[in-house]
């Protein structure tokens, strides 16, 4: 099956600095998303991105699927985007099952 | 309701017991998915069921899990002579995936229920 692989895994950033944030996977996809998962362990869907670039106030997405990755940009970050980052994804043919990354665990200091 | 909503939010039972799990689909969606998330495993997909079809059973981990959706809405995850690595969080989510003119597979997850074996 597919595989995803996310990096860094653990990320500390002062309040105000931006980050990338990569996921890497093994195979043709065409479902890609990315999620974040606050400290009280809610998932919040943040992209589905299996292809091209996305914005969402100050997060951004690009997966270039020919060649198998997807990034995640954060800028000028906040206490508030603490959390874990989640990158999942999903080929044709296997319906709606996601493969999860391990995550990101990001840590905004103020 | 709004969002995708699971019952309990928390259940502690013992060893050998059967559990009963529920979710809530966001209204309208026509696709339901449960995962489980856990330390050492992460979060792995159990079972996905659209529409009418068939569901995909592919990732349930052993025959004492089984999952049900009612009236193409409401699911019930049931777990069987739970063991203690069944200690998870278990979660929900739904999506539009399927519907005529959405392309989309976004997934709207639920809170989860935090299930303990003791």
């Known amino acids: 099956g597919i595989q995803v692989e996310q990096s860094p895994p653990d990320l500390i950033l002062q309040e105000g600095a931006n980050s990338t944030l990569r996921c890497n996977f093994s195979?043709?996809?065409?479902?890609l998303q990315w999620f974040h998962q606050n400290p009280w362990g809610q998932l919040i869907n943040l992209f589905y991105?299996?292809?091209g670039t996305k914005q969402n106030g100050r997060l951004s997405a690009t997966t270039v699927a020919t060649e198998r990755y997807s990034l995640l940009y954060i800028s000028s970050s906040q206490t508030t985007d603490s959390g874990v980052y989640f990158c999942?994804?999903?080929?044709?043919?296997?319906?709606?099952?996601?493969?999860f990354g391990k995550g990101t665990k990001l840590s905004v200091k103020p | 309701g709004a969002g995708v909503s699971q019952s309990p939010s928390n259940k502690v039972t013992e060893k050998g017991k059967d559990v009963e799990l529920r979710c809530d689909p966001i209204?309208?969606?026509?696709?339901l998915y449960w995962y489980r998330q856990s330390l050492g495993q992460g979060l792995e997909f159990l079972i996905y069921?659209?529409?009418?079809?068939?569901?995909?059973k592919s990732g349930l981990p052993s025959d004492r899990f089984s999952a049900e959706r009612t009236g193409g809405s409401v699911s019930t995850l049931t777990i069987q002579r739970t063991q203690q690595e069944d200690s998870a969080v278990y979660l929900c989510?739904?999506?539009?995936?399927?519907?005529?003119?959405?392309?989309?597979?976004?997934?709207?997850f639920g809170p989860g229920t935090r299930l303990t074996v003791l």
């Open positions: 989510a739904s999506s539009l995936l399927g519907v005529s003119g959405v392309s989309t597979d976004t997934q709207y």
């Open positions: 195979d043709s996809v065409n479902n």
């Open positions: 991105i299996p292809s």
């Open positions: 999942a994804a999903g080929r044709r043919g296997s319906q709606g099952n996601l493969i």
């Open positions: 209204s309208g969606h026509t696709a």
């Open positions: 069921f659209q529409g009418n079809s068939a569901p995909d």
